[in-house]
């Protein structure tokens, strides 16, 4: 069975400055894709970024990137020059992909970390 | 471009009942996925629906059914309700193009079983 573990229930950061959040996952599979959703207190989940396990290079997307290790089964997400919009609960996911490249449809979530963003 | 939509918003039940619960997948999408989140924690995934067929199913008894239609919309019915019930149920639609493996989420419908 797959896992994905949050270590951090909540953390917080300066509006302008880095924060960086901590997942890691456990499969016996290889070929996977990994996410960070945001869900705010509106509740909408949201897609932040994407990698694909095949791929060494790190995903980014405007101010968030990710620190994929493979071997270590980590996936970091770094967030630049946090804003206030930013502030919502994260959620790290992960979903096997089978041999014919196509998904079994289930995203197995972690539990959350709450951010806050400070003025 | 239209997102995924689902109705209603809020929903309250008593237990022992039913509940039909709407998803309209985003334009250009033809895969439904269910999930129940309870609050403060990760969602669950319940089943997907693609091609009309349950093409995935999580760790929940058959008293939780679906529905996909030819306009790839999306029904989840709930039968005898239990108190455990009460979450934020989310769908999630997934694009034509690719493997399905990205799944866009909708608002979510918050349904309280007394």
């Known amino acids: 069975a797959q896992t994905v573990t949050q270590s951090q229930p909540e953390m917080s950061v300066q509006e302008a400055e880095t924060v960086t959040l901590s997942c890691t996952y456990d499969t016996s599979e290889n070929n996977y894709y990994l996410f960070w959703y945001k869900q705010p207190p509106s509740r909408q989940m949201i897609l932040v970024i994407r990698?694909?396990?095949?791929?060494?290079q790190n995903a980014t997307e405007n101010r968030f990137s990710v620190n994929f290790q493979k071997a270590a089964k980590s996936f970091s997400l770094k967030i630049s020059d946090s804003q206030l919009g930013d502030t919502a609960m994260y959620f790290c996911a992960f979903i096997l992909i089978n041999a014919g490249g196509t998904s079994y449809g289930k995203l197995t979530f972690g539990q959350g970390t709450i951010l806050t963003v400070h003025p | 471009e239209t997102g995924v939509t689902q109705s209603p918003t809020h929903l309250i039940k008593t237990r022992g009942q039913q509940v039909t619960l709407r998803c309209s997948s985003q334009s250009g999408h033809n895969t439904v996925s269910w999930y129940q989140q309870a609050l403060g924690q990760g969602p669950q995934f319940i089943f997907q629906?693609?091609?009309?067929?349950?093409?995935g199913r999580g760790n929940f008894p058959p008293r939780f059914s679906g529905l996909q239609f030819p306009n790839y919309s999306s029904e989840l019915n709930v039968n005898a309700l239990e108190l455990d019930d009460s979450a934020l149920y989310l769908c999630?639609?997934?694009?034509?193009?690719?493997?399905?493996?990205?799944?866009?989420f909708g608002p979510g419908t918050r349904l309280l079983v007394l």
């Open positions: 999630a639609s997934s694009p034509l193009a690719g493997g399905r493996e990205t799944q866009y």
């Open positions: 990698q694909e396990a095949y791929k060494q």
């Open positions: 629906y693609y091609r009309e067929e349950e093409n």
